[in-house]
């Protein structure tokens, strides 16, 4: 299909975004179009804002925790040795 088949596009207008790693990006939109205040950085993935002085701050990730993690922040050390001393008692057929 050509151009004149087609009927003309929409006005568009490009609008620059910055990421926290300084990515400029440049999407376009319809010029009628509501524009976003974030857009995803396409290079680092992190959220890109308008304002190039002060871009969005990165996501903040939380580090994967193992299973003794998890349990040593509902348990103190007291408790564990208590659980321990316990289950050794059974094993030993104190209990």
């Known amino acids: ?12 207008v490009r609008i620059s975004f910055w990421c926290a790693n300084q990515h400029e990006t440049r999407p376009s939109f319809a010029s009628d179009a509501a524009v976003p205040e ?3 950085c396409p290079r680092c993935g992190f959220p890109a804002g308008q304002d190039q002085e002060n871009p969005p701050a990165p996501p ?4 994967y925790k193992t299973h003794l993690a998890y ?5 103190s050390d007291a408790d564990g040795e208590a659980i321990l001393a316990e289950a050794l008692a059974k094993l030993r057929g104190e209990i």
């Open 38 to 40: 974030t857009w995803d």
């Open 71 to 75: 349990v040593r922040e509902r348990r």
């Open 1 to 12: 299909m050509g151009e004149a088949e087609r009927g003309e596009s929409a006005p568009r």
């Open 60 to 63: 903040r990730t939380e580090p």
